[in-house]
Nanobody, 113 residues
Framework: QVQLVESGGGLVQAGGSLRLSCAAS????????MAWYRQAPGKQRELVAS???????NYADSVKGRFTISRDSAKNTVYLQMNSLKPEDTAVYYC???????WGQGTQVTVSS
């Protein structure tokens, strides 16, 4: 059984920064890719960024150059550093352990204009 717990969301002005964290329980963290998704009201959940066990990353075009995903295997934690935030980044952000079906509960990010 794996539990994913996100933190770090909140309200920020456009142009600001936030860092999301996702702490994972269990021993699967080090071998599985991790990813962040987001879902805005009335929209489908979309992939924001992913990182595999080797540290190779992938980003949605809309966040390239602004967001950075990283992982700390010693802490079983994956991070999403979000800079130059825009109102359109407002959403609930979820972390997931890819291919396992495990998802966190989500954390709200609201960017005001």
């Amino acid at each position: 059984q794996v539990q994913l717990v996100e933190s770090g969301g909140g309200l920020v002005q456009a142009g600001g920064s936030l860092r999301l964290s996702c702490a994972a329980s269990g021993s699967s963290f080090s071998i599985n890719p991790m990813a962040w998704y987001r879902q805005a009201p009335g929209k489908q959940r979309e992939l924001v960024a992913s990182i595999n066990r080797g540290g190779v990353t992938n980003y949605a075009d809309s966040v390239k150059g602004r967001f950075t995903i990283s992982r700390d295997s010693a802490k079983n934690t994956v991070y999403l550093q979000m800079n130059s935030l825009k109102p359109e980044d407002t959403a609930v952000y979820y972390c997931t352990m890819s291919y396992t079906g495990y998802w966190g509960q989500g954390t709200q990010v609201t960017v005001s204009s």
